[in-house]
């Protein structure tokens, strides 16, 4: 990626606005001010006194959870999008691939709505922002696997990582046939999501490593390992009681990661929850990730997920010089969203005994929110200003 001063002649400003941007993450306080909001409404007042602002001033009372959300997401596109107009190269490329792994998860929510006869403005409506792209919509129309690629994936960033999937269906089919949409139930779609991720991950991966190197090497590394990782252990779990044999799981399992090669080979022999623990065992960070799982293992692998990426996440904005602040932030910016959510669903459903359950990202001045300079690194130039 070059040096550390030919860095910043290029991206030294986006790095200090984005760290800025990263100082009005809400810290504990903000959290527990939130906390002791009676509605939804109040909840509007008291992120006003954050870096939200008056965001949802022209939204009428009373305010809804989805419009919350809906609103707070925007917020992040807006910045995401204020840094990406900026970017050069090699930054504008890994920015663009942040942004693939939306595409996949909306393209999976238009087929599973087609799947079920679901309105499609409605579908759309849904989608999230960073993951739109032209022909979307028309991803409900193709009665085939080979159809949907030819007619919207095809010309789209993700339709590389398209071609597996049709070799992983057509595989096991008598003279190469396509499953048609009435074939696609919803462990087949998960299966289209896996497939569609492991290429995307292990392409990212190979970007950031190589076409990146240095300081973004070693942090994106960690980062999508973990998201591997993620994916071979719940892939895993999810195929409990369904007819996903072995050799069809390891084709899901990502080839990077912690978990890679070993790992993965013993989970996809597991057949129960006790076989999964048995196969994290020697991995110190995922050996206590179902120890208190019980009878909902699938959220409290998603809480323990959630922690391990918000920690590292939180690491990387501990080094200069390197793009994976950029997707730090965006996680981080993701997970304070889910808090707030979750803090105003407990608060309207009167759920206020489940409240503290949300992902914690700062616990106090020392360690988060507002207490980092926003100013840019040392020899950082000026390449434009950050949005009102």
Request: hydrophobic share 40%; charged share 20%.
């Amino acid at each position: 990626m070059g040096s550390m001063m030919y860095y910043n002649v290029d991206h030294g400003f986006l790095e200090s606005v984005v760290r800025g941007f990263r100082s009005g993450i809400l810290g504990q306080t903000d959290y527990a001010n939130l906390q002791q909001c009676e509605t939804v409404d109040d909840m509007k007042l008291q992120l006003q006194s954050t870096d939200y602002g008056n965001f949802l001033a022209s939204e009428p009372s009373p305010l809804s959870t989805t419009v919350l959300a809906t609103k707070c997401t925007e917020k992040l596109v807006a910045e995401f999008n204020h840094l990406r107009a900026q970017a050069v190269e090699p930054l504008a490329t890994f920015m663009e691939y942040i942004t693939y792994g939306y595409m996949i998860d909306n393209l999976i929510l238009i087929i599973t709505g087609a799947l079920h006869d679901r309105d499609t403005a409605e579908l759309m409506a849904k989608c999230h922002p960073l993951g739109l792209f032209d022909g979307l919509s028309a991803a409900s129309i193709p009665n085939t696997a080979k159809d949907l690629y030819e007619m919207v994936v095809v010309e789209t960033p993700i339709g590389p990582y398209f071609v597996d999937v049709l070799n992983l269906f057509r595989a096991p089919q008598v003279g190469g046939n396509q499953p048609t949409m009435e074939d696609l139930n919803d462990i087949n779609i998960e299966i289209i999501r896996n497939a569609l991720y492991k290429a995307y991950l292990e392409d990212f991966y190979a970007f950031a490593t190589t076409k990146c190197g240095g300081e973004t090497a070693e942090i994106m590394a960690g980062i999508l390992d973990l998201e591997a990782d993620r994916r071979s252990i719940n892939i895993t779990i999810n195929s409990f009681a369904t007819e996903l044999d072995r050799d069809q799981k390891t084709k899901l399992f990502p080839s990077i990661g912690v978990l890679s090669p070993e790992g993965t080979a013993r989970l996809s022999l597991a057949q129960d929850i006790d076989a999964v623990r048995a196969a994290l065992d020697p991995y110190a960070a995922y050996r206590g990730i179902l120890s208190d799982a019980g009878d909902s293992e699938d959220k409290s692998v998603e809480n323990a997920f959630f922690e391990l990426e918000v920690a590292l996440n939180k690491d990387a904005f501990e080094q200069q010089f390197h793009f994976g602040l950029f997707w730090a932030y965006v996680k981080l910016r993701e997970q304070e969203v889910r808090n707030i959510v979750w803090i105003a669903e407990c608060i309207s459903q009167d759920q206020r005994h489940q409240i503290n359950q949300y992902v914690t990202i700062f616990w106090g001045v020392g360690d988060g929110a507002r207490a980092e300079p926003a100013g840019p690194p040392m020899g950082a130039g000026r390449r434009g200003a950050a949005p009102p």
